[in-house]
């Protein structure tokens, strides 16, 4: 069955760094743009970045450009957002989504809390 499992969640300072991965199984990953999502809580699932299936090309929401990068490893399955300068409005549920035409799948997401 169609899996996308989430890590790398957990507690950090204001200024620091988090890798969250996603492991995907189930589906033919090469063929999904992946992307990241975040949900704090009461408000809406927010998408953070997204990228291409080969990779070439990568999208970011205004709020974490130049912080956050997204890159994906086809040959692994997964994909990965490396956090950077974290600010306690970063704090939220992140989740992992594959996205092909009509076809979306989602992780059970991380959680990811920066302490001011």
């Known amino acids: 069955q169609v899996q996308l499992v989430e890590s790398g969640g957990g507690l950090v300072q204001t200024g620091g760094s988090l890798r969250l991965s996603c492991a995907a199984s189930?589906?033919?990953?090469?063929?999904?743009?992946m992307s990241w999502y975040r949900q704090a809580p009461g408000k809406e699932r927010d998408l953070v970045a997204r990228i291409s299936m080969a990779g070439g090309s990568t999208n970011y929401a205004d709020s974490v450009k130049g912080r956050f990068t997204i890159s994906r490893d086809n040959s692994k399955n997964t994909v990965y957002l490396q956090m950077n300068s974290l600010k306690p409005e970063d704090t939220a549920v992140y989740y992992c989504?594959?996205?092909?035409?009509?076809?979306?799948?989602w992780g059970q997401g991380t959680q990811v809390t920066v302490s001011s």
């Open positions: 189930g589906f033919t990953f090469r063929n999904y743009v």
């Open positions: 989504n594959a996205n092909r035409l009509t076809v979306t799948y």
